[in-house]
């Protein structure tokens, strides 16, 4: 209990009624939220949140708080983005402190500028909290660095589908191919044949390494290893657990010493 007393002093911003607070959940283990998450969780009166965001972290909001669930869960269809903003907008009108709790990053591919647009636009004020990306941080706990200086100076995030639900359109697979050893990819699962088949078809090698980490971060995290060429076949048989971030290059060499992320450490599930 020490050093959360010592918190209350930390200068933590105060969360004034009326506002909004975008808050990164990160990939899913508790201990890996941020001091200033913690801090809102802690005040807020409405947590609006997605289906990723796992119960361990919403426990850290007030008993008396009230939790909307916005995200997909259970096959059932998501709400409309348009209620999500509205539900803000208006919670926030009525005096409320809401924190609107996402995966990972809110600004990676996580809809969160949209939202900010719209609490703009309604004058409502509002704050930034930055989450752990599972694109860097769930990488991490597979024991693959998205960067290192012997294998890659770039690296490029993806989406896996756009607005259609399809394999995105706006995409310069050509480019993407060829513009970076490593590539981080987002929501693919789904798609993974087919990005998979543009991605050789622009000449990326097939043998390039391929890495699946499902579930990143939490006790049941599942890690599968293949190549490029291999991926399509592999997803044919729903093998793949999700969530899950996929990372295609020379990166994912480096988890066969790096590996660090033993079921010896899982067991308090705080990450
Ligand atoms: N804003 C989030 C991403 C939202 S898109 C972030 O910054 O991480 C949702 C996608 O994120 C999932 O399809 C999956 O690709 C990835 N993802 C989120 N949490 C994950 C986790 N715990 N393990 C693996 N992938 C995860």
Known sequence: MGHFARLDHAGLPDF????VWLVGAGPGAPGLLSLLAYHGLGQAD???HDALVSEAILAFSRPDAEIIQVGK???????????ITLTLVEKARDGKRVLRLKGGDPFMFGRGGEECAALVEAAIPFRIVPGITAGIGGLGYAGIPVTHRDTNHAVIFLTGHDDTGGVPQAVDWGAIATAAPVIV???????LGSIADKLMAAGRDPFDPLSIVAHATLPHQRVIETTLGEAGMLQATGAFPTPAIVVLGPVSGFRASLDWYLDTLRENGFG
């Open 16 to 19: 004034s009624a009326g506002s």
């Open 46 to 48: 409405v947590i609006v």
């Open 73 to 83: 869960r259970g096959g059932k269809p998501s709400a409309k983005q348009d209620d």
């Open 185 to 191: 990819m987002y929501m693919a699962i789904k798609h």
